[in-house]
């Protein structure tokens, strides 16, 4: 149910839509992956549900919602095979993570799909990431 809110005879929907699709420290994120990655022919998408690259067995019908969470980054080969997920830390501290992040960890290990975390107290910081991503990718 929407709730409105008279202002100078107009309703006004508690929605907007977004400014743009990513915040700030995501968006230098993302044009320093593009640009260490993109020579290489590694295609570098935005907020991927996992359900869009990870297939839930029939035989474990239980868990579905995992599905359901959403990803910073995922790093695709050129025929847009996932490869490997990043998350944007904004807290900026190892274990500060929350049980939906602890739950796609789980998730992401079982697929054995590697998950690297960049925490945003390093910036976005083109070495920190090389160097993070060198163990998972070859550019």
């Not at 996992?50 to 790093?75: P, Q, Y």
């Not at 847009?80 to 789980?106: A, C, N, W």
């Not at 690297?116 to 993070?132: K, Q, S």
Request: aromatic share 12%; hydrophobic share 35%; net charge negative.
């Amino acid at each position: 149910m929407s709730i409105f809110r008279r202002h100078g005879g107009k309703p006004e929907s508690e929605y907007r839509k977004k400014e743009y699709l990513m915040s700030a420290i995501e968006w230098e994120f993302f044009g320093c992956l593009n640009k260490l990655l993109a020579p290489s022919g590694y295609v570098v998408q935005p907020h991927v549900p996992l359900m869009s690259v990870i297939e839930k067995l029939k035989h474990f019908a239980s868990r579905h919602e995992d599905l359901h969470d959403v990803i910073d980054f995922c790093i695709f080969d050129d025929d847009y095979h996932p490869l490997l997920f990043i998350e944007v830390d904004e807290q900026g501290e190892e274990g500060d993570g929350s049980k939906t992040m602890d739950r796609v960890r789980e998730v992401l290990a079982e697929a054995k799909v590697p998950l690297v975390t960049f925490w945003t107290n390093y910036g976005a910081d083109e070495e920190y990431i090389r160097e993070r991503l060198r163990k998972y990718l070859k550019f």
